[in-house]
C-alpha cells in the first residue's frame, strides 16, 4: 500500500519561500507523476504541479512562475518550492500520486496546513 | 482552465435517503471526470474515475453518469459513514480542475 507523508514548515513569513517535501513508501517511485495540490480552508482542492520521476514537471499557469517540483529517486521523495508567498498561499498542502489511467490522483497524504503570517 | 460547478452547494439528508449531486463542466470533457469523498481533516478520497468507473473497495450504493458537460454523483442509500463533502474534478486538460465541493449533512 503506497504511503505518502508531508514535511515542511506550518509557518512562513510573507514575501519568503515555502518548502515541502514528500516522502513515499510502500510503492515504487518510479513510472509515475508526483503531484502536489493545495487546499485553502473551506475551498475546493487547487492543483499545483507534478512531476514525472524521471524529471520533466509540469505546473499550473496560475502559479508557474512562484513554482518548482523536483524529485530525489534515491530517497523516493520529491519536493515543492513556492516562492514570494502571499497570504493568499495559505492552506493545507497535499502530496498525491497520479494515477496510471490520467489526471487523477489515488493516493494521497494527510496533508500539512502551511500558513503565512508574520 | 475548464472551470467546474456544483449543485448543491450543501444538501441535508438522512440515513437511507437517496443523494444526487450534480457537476458541470464549463467546456466538454467527455468522460474524463472524478469525484473525490473528504471527511473533515483528511484528504480527499478517490471514488469514481472516468465518470462512472468505482474503485476498488468503494461500495456500490455510490455510483456516477454523465458525459460531456454534465455529470451525476448518486449514493442510493446514504450510511452514516457517507456524511463528508464530495468534489468532482475534470481530468480532461492540464491544469486539473476540481469543484466547489458539495457538503452532505445530517438532516
Known amino acids: 500500500q503506497v504511503q505518502l507523508q508531508e514535511s515542511g514548515p506550518g509557518l512562513v513569513k510573507p514575501s519568503e519561500t515555502l518548502s515541502l517535501t514528500c516522502s513515499v513508501s510502500?510503492?515504487?517511485?518510479?513510472?509515475?507523476?508526483w503531484s502536489w495540490i493545495r487546499q485553502p480552508p473551506g475551498k475546493g482542492p487547487e492543483w499545483i504541479g507534478y512531476i514525472y520521476y524521471g524529471g520533466s514537471a509540469n505546473y499550473n499557469p496560475s502559479l508557474k512562475s512562484r513554482v518548482t517540483i523536483s524529485a530525489d529517486t534515491s530517497k523516493k521523495q520529491f519536493s515543492l518550492k513556492l516562492t514570494s508567498v502571499t497570504a493568499a498561499d495559505t492552506a493545507v498542502y497535499y502530496c498525491?500520486?497520479?494515477?496510471?489511467?490520467?489526471?487523477?490522483?489515488?493516493?494521497w497524504g494527510q496533508g500539512t496546513l502551511v500558513t503565512v503570517s508574520s | 482552465d475548464i472551470q467546474m460547478t456544483q449543485s448543491p452547494s450543501s444538501v441535508s439528508a438522512s440515513v437511507g435517503d437517496r443523494v444526487t449531486i450534480t457537476c458541470r463542466a464549463s467546456q466538454g470533457i467527455s468522460s474524463w471526470l472524478a469525484w473525490y469523498q473528504q471527511k473533515p481533516g483528511k484528504a480527499p478520497k478517490l471514488l469514481i474515475s472516468?465518470?462512472?468507473s468505482l474503485q476498488s473497495g468503494v461500495p456500490s450504493r455510490f455510483s456516477g453518469s454523465g458525459s460531456g458537460t454534465e455529470f451525476t454523483l448518486t449514493i442510493s442509500s446514504l450510511q452514516p459513514d457517507d456524511f463528508a463533502t464530495y468534489y468532482c474534478q475534470q481530468a480532461n486538460s492540464l491544469p486539473p480542475t476540481f469543484g466547489p465541493g458539495t457538503k452532505v449533512d445530517f438532516k
Open positions: 498525491a500520486r497520479r494515477a496510471v489511467a490520467g489526471n487523477i490522483f489515488d493516493y
Open positions: 472516468a465518470a462512472s
Open positions: 510502500g510503492g515504487s517511485i518510479s513510472n509515475y507523476f
